[in-house]
């Protein structure tokens, strides 16, 4: 069993913004990150008053106004200074969330533009760590979210977190997505989950996990033509019109569970017909 599985149940079945931040806590313990955050941009709604509120067990603040929604595992203070200072426009995170749908480690990002290093500079003066890994969502319409953990230790630490625990970390974002758009009044009715195949299944989880298509392709013993079609036939089985629609979907439906050790196909025969056939058939 994982080690956030409490937590994002915890997530799930909590009934305020404060109880989610409560709950977020719990990811100290799991994998020693020190921070979290999570974003969501979503309509604007006449009937969405803005509010904000600190969370309980968790130094950080929550937020919520028309277009979007924050829960932010952090100093307050900083959360007040980022807004203030609209630090969300030079973001090169919040910017690289916007564009891509797989989860980044923040050492691939460019922070020398002069705001961009302002803000990095003004975040560790108010305690918050420089090595993040975030997980963007664009499943929802007319909706997108990201999902931050923050650690404050060394390169070597942040390595085995980054190496672990990005199935554990894509769980968390999903069920942080589903629960805000419950407490926004977003929620749409549930889906009947599709029968997604073995492959179907790993071939998604590749993609979220930030794979390329050659690369799955080798590690699931296809070529790449026949891992487009089993990715085609997923798609269309979850009825989206793009793969980060069709894995955002496939998570929130509890269909994928996306983790490293999924896309180890240890012991199957390359599939030439669409079946997949196992060492010992």
Request: hydrophobic share 45%.
């Amino acid at each position: 069993m994982r080690r956030v599985l409490p937590v994002a149940d915890a997530i799930l079945a909590a009934e305020t913004p404060e109880a989610i931040g409560e709950a977020l806590g719990g990811l100290r313990d799991a994998w020693g990150v020190d921070q979290a955050t999570f974003i969501m941009r979503a309509p604007d709604r006449a009937d969405v008053a803005p509010a904000a509120g600190t969370l309980p067990g968790a130094a950080g603040m929550w937020l919520r106004r028309r277009g979007w929604f924050s829960i932010a595992c952090v100093e307050p203070e900083w959360v007040r200074r980022y807004e203030e200072l609209s630090f969300q426009n030079v973001d090169p995170v919040v910017l690289t969330a916007s564009r891509r749908f797989s989860a980044f480690d923040w050492r691939e990002l460019d922070f020398s533009a002069p705001r961009s290093a302002a803000l990095r500079a003004e975040a560790s003066a108010y305690g918050v760590g420089l090595h993040g890994l975030t997980v963007p969502l664009h499943g929802a319409p007319s909706c997108e979210a990201a999902f931050s953990v923050i650690s404050t230790g060394g390169p070597a630490a942040w390595d085995a977190v980054v190496a672990e625990g990005l199935g554990d970390f894509l769980t968390i974002a999903a069920a942080l997505q589903q629960r805000a758009h419950a407490l926004l009044g977003l929620a749409t009715a549930p889906r009947r989950a599709p029968d997604l195949d073995h492959v179907e299944r790993r071939a998604l989880a590749g993609i979220a996990s930030g794979r390329g298509v050659a690369e799955i392709a080798g590690e699931l013993r296809l070529t790449c033509a026949q891992l487009r079609r089993r990715l085609a036939t997923a798609r269309a089985k979850l009825g989206a019109e793009t793969l980060a629609q069709a894995v955002a979907r496939a998570l929130r439906l509890g269909v994928l569970h996306p983790h490293p050790d999924e896309l180890r196909y240890g012991g199957a025969r390359p599939v030439r017909d669409g079946a997949t056939r196992s060492a010992s058939s």
